[in-house]
């Protein structure tokens, strides 16, 4: 039997309607924020602080070390490279100067060598013709005729008397060849036997010159400032 619905008692009606319909979805809980977890922070103690401390400064240190080795290489390196390129110009300096000595000194060793060298060969020159002049007029005596020639030759204008003095072997061979000149000049050719042959001398009133070889010999070393005499070895 159906009870009409105006006439259901409370109860009932929660009983018919617990049968009869859906019951209606619970409310959803409330959807709660998440709770953030804050990590626990650590502090580090005295003792690490501490050796945190010793570590970076120890780093420190050897970054210190390596770089001022690294600057003080390059520095050192830069400072020797001067030092030696100093020291190699001071002894290339001296080895040039000892070079330069070595050379003066060789050069002066060689002109006095050279000049030793000539001496000794003018004086073998002079030796050989001094040996070579008083054979030659044994074996020319007519050389005496040019000795004369250049003897009345250095006579500018001939004022008398005109005397001209000659070894009489010498006279002989001058009378021969030179007669008519001399006698045009003037000459008078007078024969004197403590004369050497191939020599003579002039005389006039202002002039006097003596062509003996002896005189010639001796005009001729004295020009070339050796010292050997005419009579010598």
């Known amino acids: 039997m159906v009870i009409p619905k105006e006439q259901q008692s409370a109860y009932q009606r929660w009983e018919m309607a617990s049968f009869n319909e859906r019951p209606a979805p619970a409310p959803a809980p409330a959807q709660q924020a998440p709770v953030e977890i804050m990590p626990q922070v650590v502090l580090p103690s005295v003792e690490e602080i501490e050796a945190m401390r010793e570590a970076a400064r120890h780093e420190g240190y050897l970054q210190g070390l390596q770089e ?3 600057q003080g ?5 830069a400072q ?3 030092d030696g390129a100093e020291a190699g ?3 290339a300096a001296t080895e040039l100067e000892h070079v330069r000595a070595i050379a003066a000194t060789f ?10 060298i000539a001496a000794d060969v003018l004086e073998l020159a002079l030796r050989l013709a001094r040996g070579m002049v008083r054979t030659a007029f044994d074996v020319r005596p007519e050389l005496i005729v040019p000795v004369v020639r250049e003897a009345i030759g250095y006579l500018p204008v001939l004022q008398q008397p005109a005397l001209l003095s000659l070894h009489p072997e010498d006279a002989l061979i001058v009378r021969q060849t030179m007669a008519d000149e001399l006698t045009k000049g003037g000459w008078r050719i007078i024969e004197d036997a403590s ?4 020599g003579c001398k002039v005389e006039t009133a202002s002039n006097q010159i003596d062509a003996q070889a002896q005189a010639r010999w001796h005009r001729l070393t004295h020009a070339l400032g050796a010292n050997i005499e005419w009579m010598g070895q």
């Open 107 to 116: 050069g002066d060793a060689v002109a006095a060598a050279d000049e030793t």
């Open 195 to 198: 004369m050497a042959r191939g």
């Open 73 to 77: 290489y390059a520095e050192g390196r």
């Open 89 to 91: 110009q001071t002894e």
């Open 80 to 82: 020797g490279y001067a």
């Open 68 to 70: 001022g080795r690294e």
